[in-house]
């Protein structure tokens, strides 16, 4: 599979979603405001939409927490713009320690690499295990939106993952594709959010310029 027939998969699913004429439920993965506004837009019109913000990647502690409140802002943006209500469900506990302890063997490797596959899998399988316990139709993450992700490795990963709960679907996404991803950084820049220069763990934080927000 290439990334335009993953793109292409997610609008057949899509489809399908529609022609039953309900909005089944689905809890969104969110890594921050940014990366969120474009599939947030997207994903409401289709599901009813819980966002779990589980992201024990994110270094230092302030940092997660100005992700956090930026998602959280946007939210309550979002909810009274189109007359909704989106639950957003933060982690009780902040597990850098452990989760970085797990990335450290590849600490050196470029973004994108064995490290990144590692920490979309711990977050997936994370967000997964909470949604199957609290019997969500659907799951999706936010990733696929960002230029730095590689949508077709974080499908890869879910959809192994997803073998272990046979009630919950995995929505296959491509988000950067239909314009979503310059729709998310005309989204992220109408509402002046916070846009960090990295992706989020230690070993990120050389990023630099690249980064605009995850995206
Ligand atoms: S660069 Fe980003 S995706 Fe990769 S390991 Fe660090 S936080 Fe996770």
């Not at 890594?31 to 409401?44: D, K, Q, R, V």
């Not at 302890?101 to 994370?126: H, I, Q, S, V, Y």
């Amino acid at each position: 599979m290439n990334a335009k027939e993953l793109y292409n998969l997610q609008i057949q699913t899509i489809e399908t979603i529609k022609a039953t004429g309900r909005k089944p439920s689905l809890l969104l993965h969110s890594c921050c405001g940014p990366c969120n506004t474009y599939p947030m837009e997207y994903l409401s019109q289709y599901f009813q939409l819980t966002l779990f913000f589980n992201n024990h990647n994110i270094y230092p502690y302030e940092e997660y927490k100005r992700r956090f409140d930026e998602l959280l802002d946007y939210v309550k943006h979002f909810e009274k713009q189109e007359d909704i209500k989106i639950d957003v469900i933060l982690p009780p506990d902040y597990l850098n320690a452990s989760f970085s302890e797990k990335l450290k063997p590849f600490a050196d490797e470029k973004e994108g690499g064995t490290r990144c596959n590692m920490c979309f899998a711990l977050r997936m399988a994370e967000a997964m295990k909470y949604a199957a316990k609290h019997e969500f139709e659907y799951i999706a993450t936010v990733m696929s939106v960002s230029r730095h992700k590689n949508a077709l490795a974080i499908h890869d990963i879910a959809t192994k993952q997803i073998q272990r709960y046979p009630n919950l679907n995995y929505l296959p996404s491509n988000f950067k594709k239909g314009n979503g991803y310059n729709r998310g950084i005309e989204l992220s820049k109408e509402h002046n959010m916070y846009r960090q220069s990295y992706c989020g763990c230690q070993f990120s934080q050389s990023c630099g310029k690249e980064h605009q927000g995850c995206e």
